[in-house]
Antibody, heavy 123, light 107 residues
Framework: QVQLVESGGGLVKPGGSLRLSCAAS????????MSWIRQAPGKGLEWVSY????????YYADSVKGRFTISRDNAENTLFLQMHRLRAEDTAVYYC????????????????WGQGTQVTVSS | DIQMTQSPSSLSASVGDRVTITCRAS??????LNWYQQKPGKAPKLLIY???SLQSGVPSRFSGSGSGTDFTLTISSLQREDFATYYC?????????FGRGTQVEIK
């Protein structure tokens, strides 16, 4: 079955860095677009970034552009999110999510989500 | 950015009730509208994609409708396991944006 397991979260000081990983299994990882989506405590969902199956197409939310980098290793079935210059407002649960394969490439929904990893930015 | 406005923000309903949640986009998104269900402490779950397509494994009491800017999620007969928060999301344009959620509570 499809499994997405995030890791790498933790407590970091403002201005610090973290690298999140998402290990995928149960499907052909290299066929699917992937996203990172976050949820601040008690708040709604905020899309952060997505990457195409080959890694050639990447988009970021304005709130993280220039500070976060999404990447993937299709040989290792792993998605990454490198986060620099972290701010208090980046505190959230970070989910990785797989995109459903449909003809509408780039507009497909996220059909499977991991359990999330907590990132806390605080001094 | 496309703004997604969900209503109501919360509702109370009884088991067996018909429940309707609406989502309005600030500009046309064609049919690129998805609905997710989230229970406390859990990841969101895809229910409906492309406005009206039922995700595999999701009970048929869930249905979606709409196109352009106005969309609806309907639960035809609310079950105990449906008490959760529901989010709409547009996947027409980047950045993808979500509604603020509708919390469905037990009356």
């Amino acid at each position: 079955q499809v499994q997405l397991v995030e890791s790498g979260g933790g407590l970091v000081k403002p201005g610090g860095s973290l690298r999140l990983s998402c290990a995928a299994s149960g499907f052909t990882f290299s066929d699917h677009y992937m996203s990172w989506i976050r949820q601040a405590p008690g708040k709604g969902l905020e899309w952060v970034s997505y990457i195409s199956n080959s890694g050639s197409t990447i988009y970021y939310a304005d709130s993280v552009k220039g500070r976060f980098t999404i990447s993937r290793d299709n040989a290792e079935n792993t998605l990454f999110l490198q986060m620099h210059r972290l701010r208090a407002e980046d505190t959230a649960v970070y989910y990785c999510a797989r995109h459903k394969i449909l003809a509408t490439i780039g507009r497909t929904p996220e059909d499977y989500w991991g359990q999330g990893t907590q990132v806390t930015v605080s001094s | 950015d496309i703004q997604m406005t969900q209503s109501p923000s919360s509702l109370s309903a009884s088991v067996g009730d018909r429940v309707t949640i609406t989502c309005r986009a600030s500009q046309s998104i064609s049919s690129y509208l998805n609905w997710y269900q989230q229970k406390p402490g859990k990841a969101p779950k895809l229910l409906i994609y492309d406005a009206l397509s039922l995700q595999s494994g999701v009970p048929s009491r869930f249905s979606g409708s709409g196109s352009g800017t106005d969309f609806t999620l309907t639960i035809s007969s609310l079950q105990r396991e449906d008490f959760a928060t529901y989010y709409c999301q547009q996947s027409h344009s980047k950045p993808r944006t979500f509604g603020r959620g509708t919390q469905v509570e037990i009356k």
